[in-house]
Each structure stands twice: as structure tokens, then as C-alpha cells.
């Protein structure tokens, strides 16, 4: 039997995750066929379990009510017939298991009599859900909780006593349950909710969840910002079938809709205020920090009428300069560039740095405006990364023996570069600024004769709004098109695209990116051009973390193409540039299946550049002290 564990992580309280469980109950209509289907749709949807409903109809209901309804309240003329026609049978239960345990996907069942019950534990469960009808039925919760098995217990029906009293004969019996805010008529109307009800809950047990009979998504969307641990409501393929539950059912569209909701809203329900690199960027841009009004000296004593607050924000802020006042400055700095708490600090110049001996071809970031203090590094590569304004600007730097790496820009005029676009204006501008770098880089190569010089392009596939990862062939195809309108002369420059993140930082925010990302993509397009690849090992990180991928099985696939790497720590799926061993990446395993290939490398840690390129620095000590047998 399939078992993901996450139903124990829910009850041991180990799980900031929400466990979803969509009731396909009797919406089967007794079909195993339909069941099936059902089971699929689920999971499909991104649910956790799906759950069904089994009863042994002799004991629950008297043999005069099962043989003629009739003599019985009016519901049951109809209710019976209903019950007998959509019972499955308990081979058709076994199939089921065996489709949940194929999709991995966790069974629960609702048991409504003793009969039932210890057949649903002899077919094996993940838990038992208890029907609000059976709250306080507690011989038949006894006996389910002797199995050892999580009981999930509905609420609806009963009043705030009822429920009290239940739990209290619960703890009295250890009983392993949550309970789950119901309501029970279907549909229920929104008034008769009470989701401020959940607090009182949490009073009742550790675990508290929300079964939905209400029409629509939203609520147990609104459920989960409460605090449910468990969601549970129906689903089905026609709201107009009869049965009872049907129209109180949603359909697999809205069923993705509020799974992709409320896996969204967990990741939005953290406690701590931290800022991301986006917001970083934009604090930098817009935020006020300390300039000086004139040259500062090393030595110098800072007083307050030495400085002025303006952007970018990436010194010392107004809420902080109170501690640096009297301080004596060791680095100079000159008016109006922004007083970083650095320039307190002894640090290494780059004249000042270990002569670094690895055996690849490693190098270091830069922007022609620095370079003049890059150089001195004599670094084997040397990867400028440009703007749009950079291509203008007439570069003419001392003869040199680095390998020269240029980085296309991935923004014009306030836009990304995206060949995978179907906008000709979006997709000319874009081979526009591409064959412009193409250009700039074979002009300037004379200054590296070293080696053929090489290309880092981003060719795009991002959108603002999330799709469908089948559309990523799409975007290759669309790609490769494009592509073929470029003009270059592959003996005079290796044109290498580089692999990028799920979820980039551009512009300001967050984009959904589906263009090459995918390693099949990246070969495919780079293998039709006879083209190299540029390897992100944190992008194919951040990748492989949003897709439960294994990087090293990735690197793997993706290293026979690749020219050059880019090197820096990840975390989750958008924590880029994050210096080594401050993220989540193995390096060990990583960089043990590219150590037979010869490529160049550069770090990529995020700002790395800044304060003499310190952050770099630190990077490469760290892959010198570590990992130089692989590089």
C-alpha cells in the first residue's frame, strides 16, 4: 500500500502543509469505471487523498425500512433505492486501492457500521473519515480507533455542547482525531457557514480542518488562512446528476483552481518578514542611503556634516548612520558614491587576492566600466555582463590573454529579450538586441585573442502568469525558428544559451519562466544549432526544487553540451546567487559528474561584484578550499 506519510506529518503536527482530500464518496453513481475516472481527476488536481464512502447496509437500517421504504419518512422512499444502487462492491474496493497505491495517491474511506469498518482496515487506509452523522456514534469511533488509524470527524449536525462532550469522551479514550468544521445540507447556503467556528475548534483538538458543502472555491481557500490543516469537498463531473451530493460538488477545473490557491496561499502564510532579491533590487533603486558631500579620506573621523541621503540604497541607511558617526573610514570614498559599512572595514583588493590554481578555465563577472580593476587578476576567462547601453559604448581595452565571455543583455527598453514569443514587434526587437551582441562581441574580441569568444544569451519563454509545462515545446520550436535569423559566423564566436530559473526575479517582481529550462529543451535547441550550453547550477537547482527533479541526474544529462558554468548556491525555487553553503545545493555530488569535462567557469553570487568584489572573492576560496579537485 502506497503510503506518502503526510497524513501522520498532519496529526503529528510536523506538517505546515495543507491535506487536501477531495470526497469522491458515491458520485460514482456505483460505477467502477466512473470511480476510477474520479481517482485520476483527482489527481490530477494535485489532492493528497481521495476519499470514498462504505456501508453495510443490513446493520445500519432495519429490515423493514430496506424492504419497503415506502412505510418509512418520505426521504427514505428515495434515499434507500439510492444507497443499495451506488454501494460498490468489495472487489471493486480492492481495484481502487491498487489505482490509489499506482498514482500514489492515499485512500480514506468512510465507514458508516462496525462491518464496514473492519473491512476498510483490512483493505488499508491512510485514515478513517467519521461522517457528521457518526460524531457521536462511539462504539463505532472505538472501534476504528483500536486499528490505530487517524480519525478525520465531522462536525455538522451537532451544536457547540454536542461537540464539546464528544472531545471530552475522546481524550478519555486517546482517541488520534481532528475534527473538521461541517455543514451539512447540500449545497449549503454561505450565511450558515460559521468559519469563525474553526477558533472554537482549535479548543477541541490540536487538528481542525474544513468540509465543504458550499458552493464555489473560495471559502476553503478562506478555511486555510484560519488555520484548517484538512480540507475535504466533493468532486464530479456533472453538478446535475442525481444523487445528494452532486450539486454540492465541484468540477476538476475548480478543483485545480483551489488546489493551485491554497498550495499558493501556504507558501504566502510565513511569519517572517524577510525581503527577497527583487525587493532588494528595488530597494537599492529607490531607497536613500549615506554619500558623502566631498571626498573622504581613509582616516577620515565621520561627523554628520560629512553626508547627504540619496539612491541608490545600497549603503548605509538613514535608520542606521547614527552608529557610524565617529567612526574612522579605512577605504576612501569618493562624493556622492554611498558609505557602505565595508568602507569601515579592512578588505582585499583585488590585487590582494590568492593566485587561485584550478584546472578548468575559471574567471570572474564583470561590467566594462570596471574592468580596468578586474584585470589584474589575469583570471584564465572573463565574463563581461552587458546592458543595452554597454553595446554603444566603445570599448577598447589593453590586449589581454583571458578568454573573452560576453553576457547578452536580457532587457531592452524596458522589455525582456523573448524569441519564444508569438509578438513579432517583442520577437524583432529581441533578435535586434542578440545580433547587436553578437556583433559587439566579435568587435571586441581582438582584445582577447586568446580563444574563440563566447556568448551568454537568454532566449525567453517567461511569462508574467503560470502554464501548462507542455507548452514548453511549443516554445522551443517557436525558438528555433527565430533563431535561424540571426546572422553570425560560428568560426568567429560560440553562441552558448543559458539554462534559467522557474520563477526569475525581472523588472521588479516575480515571472513564471517555461522556455529553456527544461534540459530537453536546452538539448534540443542547442543540439539542432550545434550550439553549447551555458549551465546555471543554481537555476538548474531552482528548477529541480520545483519539480522534485534530481540535480545531479540533470547535470548528468546536461554536461556533455555545456561550454561554460555559472556557480552559486540556491535555495527553494527563487533564493538565486546565494554564496556556497549558504543554500541547499550537494556541490559534492554536483560538481563530482562535471569534473571530466573542460569548460569555463565564473561565480555568480548575488552583488559579488560589490566592495572590490568581495562576495566573489569569499566564493572562490570556499570552491578552492573544497572543491578545486572537480574544477
Same mark, same amino acid.
Given at each position: 500500500m502506497f503510503d506518502s506519510g503526510k497524513i501522520n506529518k498532519i496529526f503529528s503536527l510536523k506538517s505546515n502543509e495543507t491535506y487536501i482530500i477531495a470526497e469522491i464518496?458515491?458520485?460514482?453513481?456505483?460505477?467502477?469505471?466512473?470511480?476510477?475516472?474520479?481517482?485520476?481527476?483527482?489527481?490530477?488536481?494535485?489532492?493528497?487523498?481521495?476519499?470514498?464512502?462504505?456501508?453495510?447496509?443490513?446493520?445500519?437500517?432495519?429490515?423493514?425500512?430496506?424492504?419497503?421504504?415506502?412505510?418509512?419518512?418520505?426521504?427514505?422512499?428515495?434515499?434507500?433505492?439510492?444507497?443499495?444502487?451506488?454501494?460498490?462492491?468489495?472487489?471493486?474496493?480492492?481495484?481502487?486501492?491498487?489505482?490509489?497505491?499506482?498514482?500514489?495517491?492515499?485512500?480514506?474511506?468512510?465507514?458508516?457500521?462496525?462491518?464496514?469498518?473492519?473491512?476498510?482496515?483490512?483493505?488499508?487506509?491512510?485514515?478513517?473519515?467519521?461522517?457528521?452523522?457518526?460524531?457521536?456514534?462511539?462504539?463505532?469511533?472505538?472501534?476504528?480507533?483500536s486499528f490505530n488509524v487517524p480519525m478525520i470527524i465531522s462536525t455538522g449536525m451537532w451544536n457547540d455542547k454536542d461537540i464539546e462532550i464528544c472531545t471530552n469522551i475522546y481524550k478519555q479514550n486517546n482517541f488520534k482525531y481532528g475534527l473538521l468544521l461541517a455543514q451539512s445540507t447540500y449545497p449549503a447556503p454561505y450565511e450558515t457557514l460559521n468559519l469563525n467556528y474553526i477558533n472554537t475548534l482549535k479548543k477541541y483538538s490540536d487538528i481542525?480542518?474544513?468540509?465543504?458543502?458550499?458552493?464555489?472555491?473560495?471559502?476553503?481557500?478562506?478555511?486555510?488562512?484560519?488555520?484548517?490543516?484538512?480540507i475535504e469537498k466533493h468532486i464530479t463531473f456533472d453538478k446535475n446528476q442525481k444523487g445528494p451530493d452532486h450539486k454540492a460538488s465541484m468540477l476538476p477545473d475548480e478543483w485545480k483552481e483551489m488546489v493551485s490557491n491554497i498550495r499558493m496561499l501556504e507558501k504566502a502564510l510565513g511569519d517572517k518578514k524577510e525581503i527577497n532579491q527583487a525587493e532588494i533590487q528595488n530597494k537599492e533603486a529607490f531607497a536613500k542611503s549615506a554619500v558623502p558631500i566631498r571626498d573622504l579620506p581613509s582616516g577620515h573621523v565621520l561627523i554628520k556634516n560629512d553626508i547627504?541621503?540619496?539612491?541608490?540604497?545600497?549603503?548605509?541607511?538613514?535608520?542606521?548612520?547614527?552608529?557610524?558617526?565617529?567612526?574612522?573610514?579605512?577605504?576612501?570614498?569618493?562624493?556622492?558614491?554611498?558609505?557602505?559599512?565595508?568602507?569601515?572595514?579592512?578588505?582585499?583588493?583585488?590585487?590582494?587576492?590568492?593566485?587561485?590554481?584550478?584546472?578548468?578555465?575559471?574567471?570572474?563577472?564583470?561590467?566594462?566600466?570596471?574592468?580596468?580593476?578586474?584585470?589584474?587578476?589575469?583570471?584564465?576567462?572573463?565574463?563581461?555582463?552587458?546592458?543595452?547601453?554597454?553595446?554603444?559604448?566603445?570599448?577598447?581595452?589593453?590586449?589581454?590573454?583571458?578568454?573573452?565571455?560576453?553576457?547578452?543583455?536580457?532587457?531592452?527598453?524596458?522589455?525582456?529579450?523573448?524569441?519564444?514569443?508569438?509578438?513579432?514587434?517583442?520577437?524583432?526587437?529581441?533578435?535586434?538586441?542578440?545580433?547587436?551582441?553578437?556583433?559587439? $562581441?566579435?568587435?571586441?574580441?581582438?582584445?582577447?585573442?586568446?580563444?574563440?569568444?563566447?556568448?551568454?544569451?537568454?532566449?525567453?519563454?517567461?511569462?508574467?502568469?503560470?502554464?501548462?509545462?507542455?507548452? $514548453?515545446?511549443?516554445?522551443?520550436?517557436?525558438?528555433?525558428?527565430?533563431?535561424?535569423?540571426?546572422?553570425?559566423?560560428?568560426?568567429?564566436?560560440?553562441?552558448?544559451?543559458?539554462?534559467?530559473?522557474?520563477?526569475?526575479?525581472?523588472?521588479?517582481?516575480?515571472?513564471?519562466?517555461?522556455?529553456?529550462?527544461?534540459?530537453?529543451?536546452?538539448?534540443?535547441?542547442?543540439?539542432?544549432?550545434?550550439?553549447?550550453?551555458?549551465?546555471?547550477i543554481c537555476h538548474a537547482s531552482l528548477y529541480c526544487n520545483e519539480f522534485n527533479i534530481d540535480l545531479v541526474d540533470y547535470t548528468k544529462r546536461i554536461m556533455p553540451l555545456v561550454k561554460h558554468i555559472h556557480i552559486s548556491d540556491a535555495y527553494g525555487n527563487n533564493g538565486e546567487g546565494v554564496q556556497i553553503g549558504e543554500g541547499s545545493i550537494d556541490f559534492e555530488n554536483v560538481l563530482k559528474e562535471i569534473k571530466e569535462y573542460q569548460f569555463t567557469w565564473v561565480p555568480e553570487i548575488w552583488s559579488g561584484h560589490l566592495h572590490h568584489g568581495a562576495g566573489t572573492y569569499k566564493c572562490m576560496k570556499i570552491l578552492d578550499t573544497k572543491f578545486n579537485r572537480y574544477l
Open positions: 464518496g458515491i458520485n460514482h453513481n456505483g460505477s467502477l469505471d466512473t470511480a476510477i475516472k474520479l481517482i485520476e481527476a483527482s489527481k490530477e488536481a494535485g489532492v493528497d487523498a481521495v476519499k470514498f464512502q462504505k456501508r453495510h447496509l443490513e446493520s445500519i437500517y432495519s429490515n423493514e425500512i430496506l424492504d419497503n421504504a415506502n412505510n418509512s419518512e418520505w426521504s427514505f422512499e428515495y434515499l434507500i433505492p439510492l444507497l443499495k444502487e451506488v454501494e460498490l462492491k468489495e472487489d471493486e474496493y480492492k481495484i481502487i486501492r491498487k489505482k490509489c497505491d499506482d498514482l500514489e495517491i492515499d485512500l480514506i474511506v468512510t465507514p458508516f457500521d462496525a462491518e464496514s469498518a473492519k473491512f476498510i482496515f483490512e483493505l488499508g487506509v491512510s485514515a478513517f473519515k467519521i461522517a457528521s452523522a457518526d460524531m457521536t456514534n462511539i462504539p463505532l469511533l472505538k472501534l476504528c480507533n481542525v480542518g474544513y468540509s465543504g458543502h458550499e458552493r464555489g472555491v473560495f471559502i476553503p481557500i478562506s478555511a486555510v488562512t484560519m488555520g484548517c490543516k484538512i547627504i541621503f540619496k539612491a541608490p540604497g545600497k549603503g548605509i541607511f538613514p535608520h542606521e548612520i547614527d552608529n557610524y558617526y565617529g567612526k574612522v573610514i579605512k577605504n576612501e570614498v569618493k562624493k556622492d558614491h554611498y558609505i557602505n559599512q565595508t568602507d569601515f572595514e579592512e578588505i582585499i583588493k583585488l590585487s590582494q587576492w590568492d593566485n587561485f590554481n584550478f584546472s578548468k578555465q575559471w574567471g570572474v563577472k564583470c561590467r566594462f566600466h570596471d574592468y580596468a580593476e578586474y584585470q589584474v587578476l589575469n583570471s584564465p576567462c572573463i565574463e563581461f555582463h552587458c546592458s543595452q547601453t554597454d553595446l554603444d559604448i566603445d570599448f577598447k581595452p589593453d590586449v589581454s590573454q583571458s578568454e573573452l565571455i560576453i553576457h547578452a543583455p536580457e532587457i531592452f527598453d524596458r522589455q525582456l529579450v523573448d524569441i519564444c514569443s508569438n509578438d513579432k514587434n517583442i520577437v524583432k526587437k529581441s533578435l535586434n538586441i542578440l545580433q547587436r551582441s553578437i556583433d559587439k $562581441t566579435i568587435e571586441i574580441s581582438s582584445y582577447f585573442p586568446k580563444k574563440k569568444p563566447k556568448l551568454v544569451v537568454h532566449l525567453g519563454g517567461m511569462f508574467l502568469n503560470k502554464r501548462e509545462l507542455s507548452d $514548453t515545446s511549443e516554445l522551443t520550436n517557436i525558438a528555433i525558428e527565430n533563431f535561424k535569423k540571426l546572422n553570425y559566423d560560428e568560426n568567429l564566436i560560440d553562441i552558448i544559451p543559458e539554462n534559467l530559473p522557474p520563477r526569475p526575479w525581472y523588472l521588479g517582481g516575480e515571472w513564471f519562466q517555461h522556455g529553456f529550462m527544461l534540459e530537453e529543451d536546452m538539448i534540443k535547441f542547442c543540439t539542432y544549432f550545434n550550439l553549447g550550453i551555458t549551465y546555471d
